[in-house]
C-alpha cells in the first residue's frame, strides 16, 4: 500500500457530515485489503475485523471519515451568503 497516495485519496474525498455515504466505496476496498472481513452497520459505519484466536488481546483502531463542511442558510439582497458549520 503506498501510504502517501492513500492518505491523498482519503484527503479529496467528499465525506462532509451527515453526507459520509460516498466514502464507503473507497475505505472498505483499503480495509479489505488488510482485514479478514467488512461489516457495515445500520448507521453506515464500518468494522474491519482480524480474524485471531481468543486467547489474543482485542484492539480497537478508531477513526471517523467524516469532515467539518459548510452549509448556506441564507443569500441577501446584495448577493451575500451567509453559512454555517457542519459537522464538528
Same mark, same amino acid.
Given at each position: 500500500m503506498d501510504l502517501a497516495k492513500t492518505l491523498? +485519496?482519503?484527503s479529496a474525498?467528499? $465525506?462532509?457530515?451527515? $453526507?459520509e455515504?460516498?466514502?464507503d466505496g473507497i475505505l472498505r476496498p483499503l480495509l479489505l485489503d488488510c482485514c479478514d472481513r467488512v461489516?457495515? &452497520?445500520l448507521? *453506515?459505519?464500518? +468494522?474491519?475485523w482480524l480474524d485471531a484466536p481468543a486467547?489474543?488481546?482485542?484492539?480497537?483502531? &478508531?477513526?471517523?471519515?467524516?469532515?467539518? *463542511?459548510?452549509?448556506? +442558510?441564507a443569500v441577501t439582497e446584495k448577493g451575500f451568503l451567509k453559512f454555517a458549520g457542519c459537522g464538528g
Open positions: 491523498a +485519496t482519503l474525498a467528499a $465525506g462532509v457530515a451527515g $453526507g455515504e460516498g466514502l461489516e457495515q &452497520d448507521n *453506515g459505519s464500518l +468494522t474491519g486467547d489474543r488481546p482485542l484492539i480497537l483502531l &478508531d477513526a471517523h471519515l467524516d469532515e467539518i *463542511g459548510l452549509i448556506v +442558510t
